[in-house]
C-alpha cells in the first residue's frame, strides 16, 4: 500500500459561501440599489436618455443650478458622471422636487436654448397688422374754414406803405385776383387796356356765363384773354362796340370800369342821379350813356379817386391802383371782402347837398349835355 502525500480537500458544489463572498454581493446590491433609488428621484428633474445616448455635437443650453437633493443616510450617494452633466437639455420646465431636508420650493423655470430668437407677443389680436399701428387722425379742414386762411399779399418792390391804394392791392393779390410782373413789381400807375380788365373780372366775380356772348372781329380764338372776353361779355360786365369788335388793346377809361361794375352788378340806381353827381365838379364831363351809371356807383360807394375827391376825370385812363381799388369796393359791396376806410372813397357827403333849385338846374345841365 502506497502512501500519497495529503492534500487540501476539493470543495464540493454544495459547500456554502464565505463570510467574505457574502459581503461584497450584500455591497453590490446594495451600490445598485442606491443608483436606482437617486436615478428615479432625478428622473423629473429633466433627465433625457436617449439624448444622453445620442447627444448634439454642436448644441449648447443654458440652464439653471439644480437644487441639491439629499438622500437619506441609509443610501449611498453615486459618484457624479462627468457625461451627464455635459449633456444638452431641451427646452422644458423644470419643477425641483422638494427634499426632506429644504424649506423653500423654487418656482418653474423656462429654460431656452442661448441660440433662439426671442419671442415677439403681439399687443392686438386684429387680423390687420396695421390696425395696431398707432396713429393720430389728421385734423380736418372744412371749406368754410379754407377760405378763411388766406395768404400773404405779395410784396412788390414799387408798391410803398403810405400808397394810397396799398390795402386795396394787398387785399386783392392775397387771394390771386390781380398779380404782378416778373421784376416784383406791379406799377400802379400803367394804365390798364380792356382785354386786361376782362382778365382781373373773370378772376374777381364768379357769376355764371350766360349764352349772349358775341364772337368779335378783332379777337381770335388763339387769344391769350378770349376766354376772359368771352366771360365778361356773357357776364354783362362789358360790352362790344356796334361795328362787332372789341378793341382789346384800347385803353380803359375809369368811366367805363364803373358802368361795366355796376351793369355785371346790377345795381340799383338811386332816385335822385343828378343830385347824386352834384358833388363832382367835373360831372358836366360824364358822358351820357353813363350818367345814371355813375350815380349808382357813386350811391354805392364804388368811386375812389387818388387826389380830390371831388374830380371824378371820368374819361382819363384807370390805372392799375384805380382799378383793383374799385374791384375791392365792388366785392365789399357783395359781402366777400371786408371795408377798407379811406379818405380816396367818395361818399355821398363828401359836399354839401345842393338845395333842389340847384339839384333842378344841375339836371337840366346834364340833360342838355351831349
Known amino acids: 500500500m502506497t502512501n500519497l502525500p495529503p492534500s487540501d480537500p476539493k470543495s464540493s458544489e454544495k459547500t456554502a459561501l464565505g463570510f467574505d463572498e457574502f459581503i461584497a454581493i450584500l455591497v453590490a446590491f446594495g451600490a445598485i440599489g442606491g443608483i436606482l433609488l437617486w436615478s428615479f428621484s432625478r428622473r423629473d428633474a429633466g433627465w433625457n436618455f436617449n439624448i444622453v445616448l445620442s447627444p448634439t455635437p454642436n448644441s449648447t443650453i443654458q440652464t439653471q443650478p439644480t437644487p441639491t437633493v439629499t438622500a437619506p443616510t441609509s443610501q449611498v450617494q453615486p459618484t457624479t458622471n462627468p457625461q451627464l452633466e455635459a449633456a444638452p437639455v431641451?427646452?422644458?420646465?423644470?419643477?425641483?422636487?422638494?427634499?426632506?431636508?429644504?424649506?423653500?420650493?423654487?418656482?418653474?423655470?423656462?429654460?431656452?436654448?442661448?441660440?433662439?430668437?426671442?419671442?415677439?407677443?403681439?399687443?392686438?389680436?386684429?387680423?390687420?397688422?396695421?390696425?395696431?399701428?398707432?396713429?393720430?387722425?389728421?385734423?380736418?379742414?372744412?371749406?368754410?374754414?379754407?377760405?378763411?386762411?388766406?395768404?400773404?399779399?405779395?410784396?412788390?418792390?414799387?408798391?410803398?406803405?403810405?400808397?394810397?391804394?396799398?390795402?386795396?392791392?394787398?387785399?386783392?393779390?392775397?387771394?390771386?385776383?390781380?398779380?404782378?410782373?416778373?421784376?416784383?413789381?406791379?406799377?400802379?400807375?400803367?394804365?390798364?387796356?380792356?382785354?386786361?380788365?376782362?382778365?382781373?373780372?373773370?378772376?374777381?366775380?364768379d357769376t355764371e356765363l350766360s349764352k349772349n356772348s358775341v364772337p368779335f372781329k378783332d379777337v381770335s380764338g388763339k387769344y391769350w384773354a378770349t376766354p376772359a372776353i368771352d366771360r365778361a361779355v356773357g357776364t354783362g360786365f362789358l360790352k362790344g362796340f356796334p361795328d362787332k369788335t372789341f378793341k382789346p388793346n384800347q385803353k380803359i377809361t375809369r368811366v367805363q370800369v364803373l358802368v361795366a361794375l355796376v351793369s355785371g352788378l346790377n345795381l340799383k340806381q338811386p332816385a335822385k342821379p343828378a343830385q347824386m353827381l352834384s358833388i363832382y365838379q367835373d360831372a358836366k364831363n360824364i358822358p351820357k350813356?353813363?350818367?345814371?351809371?355813375?350815380?349808382?356807383?357813386?350811391?354805392?360807394g364804388l368811386v375812389i379817386t387818388d387826389a380830390n375827391p371831388q374830380l371824378?376825370?371820368?374819361?382819363?385812363?384807370?390805372?392799375?391802383?384805380?382799378?383793383?381799388?374799385?374791384?375791392?369796393?365792388?366785392?365789399?359791396?357783395?359781402?366777400r371782402l371786408d371795408k377798407i376806410s379811406s379818405e380816396n372813397i367818395v361818399h355821398r357827403q363828401s359836399r354839401p347837398q345842393a338845395s333842389p333849385e340847384q339839384s333842378s338846374l344841375s339836371e337840366n345841365k346834364l340833360a342838355n349835355e351831349p
Not at 385812363?317 to 357783395?334: D, F, G, I, W
Open 289 to 300: 350813356y353813363a350818367v345814371t351809371k355813375v350815380a349808382t356807383a357813386t350811391a354805392n
Open 312 to 335: 371824378l376825370s371820368p374819361n382819363q385812363a384807370a390805372t392799375r391802383a384805380e382799378v383793383a381799388a374799385m374791384v375791392h369796393q365792388a366785392l365789399v359791396k357783395l359781402g
Open 90 to 205: 431641451p427646452p422644458t420646465e423644470i419643477v425641483p422636487e422638494p427634499s426632506p431636508n429644504s424649506s423653500q420650493i423654487l418656482p418653474p423655470v423656462q429654460v431656452l436654448p442661448l441660440n433662439s430668437a426671442p419671442q415677439i407677443v403681439p399687443s392686438s389680436t386684429s387680423k390687420n397688422p396695421e390696425s395696431s399701428i398707432p396713429s393720430s387722425p389728421l385734423p380736418l379742414v372744412t371749406p368754410a374754414e379754407q377760405k378763411s386762411i388766406i395768404p400773404p399779399p405779395i410784396a412788390f418792390n414799387d408798391v410803398p406803405r403810405n400808397f394810397w391804394a396799398t390795402r386795396f392791392i394787398n387785399a386783392l393779390s392775397a387771394r390771386g385776383i390781380i398779380k404782378g410782373f416778373p421784376d416784383y413789381t406791379f406799377r400802379p400807375n400803367q394804365p390798364v387796356n380792356r382785354a386786361e380788365f376782362a382778365a382781373i373780372l373773370q378772376k374777381a366775380f
